[in-house]
């Protein structure tokens, strides 16, 4: 009898592997066969998720971009009327999409390079698209929550700017890691929330 594949788990266990190797060698060392080796699977049986380069480098792209919609989704999940998000909340929730750990370093050095990739590639620039939204939307309900009495063009002109400074942040991180410390990018963060929600 065949043995059934838990589809979901074996694009975990790739998506895993996929940033181990980003972290231990670079992104140039990101291949079919370097990832599958890291997964401990066969070529073969890891052609079943991704068939080619190409595939690897969108599943890449959506396995980025999944982790971060999730960790963000789990952080924001208990919010409501009774708890409403405080100072330390928002800077943790900008913290979501910074590269303040291994992990979420990685993620980064992978989605810096695909980005780049997707000015070119239209089947990248879709997955780009919809990541890009997804933290304009994080950074609209941080500055809605700081600026609840605001007019909506007052609070475009700073999701703007906080969607800039993450990105920005996160760019000084990933191209200049020994020069950067995570507890200043923290710092910067608090400080730019704390001076939008003092008016």
């Known amino acids: 009898?065949?043995?059934?594949?838990?589809?979901?788990?074996?694009?975990?266990?790739?998506?895993?592997?996929?940033?181990?190797?980003?972290?231990?060698?670079g992104i140039g060392a990101v291949s079919v066969r370097?990832?599958?080796?890291?997964?401990?699977?066969?070529?073969?049986?890891?052609?079943?998720?991704?068939a080619s380069q190409d595939d690897l480098v969108a599943f890449a792209m959506r396995a980025v971009a999944d982790r971060v919609g999730a960790r963000v989704t789990a952080r924001v999940g208990g919010w409501n009327a009774a708890h409403a998000p405080d100072l330390d909340d928002l800077v943790d929730l900008c913290g979501e999409v910074l590269p303040l750990d291994d992990e979420r370093r990685a993620e980064a050095a992978v989605w810096l390079e695909l980005v780049t990739l997707a000015r070119t590639a239209p089947r990248l620039a879709e997955v780009s698209a919809q990541a890009h939204l997804g933290i304009r939307s994080l950074v609209d309900r941080v500055v809605a929550a700081l600026l609840p009495a605001a007019d909506p063009g007052r609070r475009e002109v700073e999701a703007a700017g906080l969607h800039a400074l993450l990105d920005g942040l996160?760019?000084?991180?990933?191209?200049?890691?020994?020069a950067t410390d995570l507890r200043g990018v923290r710092a910067v963060v608090r400080h730019h929330l704390a001076a939008l929600a003092a008016g």
């Open 1 to 25: 009898m065949p043995r059934v594949v838990d589809q979901e788990a074996r694009r975990q266990l790739i998506a895993d592997a996929l940033l181990a190797v980003v972290r231990r060698d």
């Open 34 to 50: 370097s990832v599958a080796a890291q997964a401990g699977l066969s070529v073969g049986s890891m052609r079943h998720t991704v």
């Open 170 to 178: 996160a760019l000084h991180v990933v191209l200049q890691p020994e």
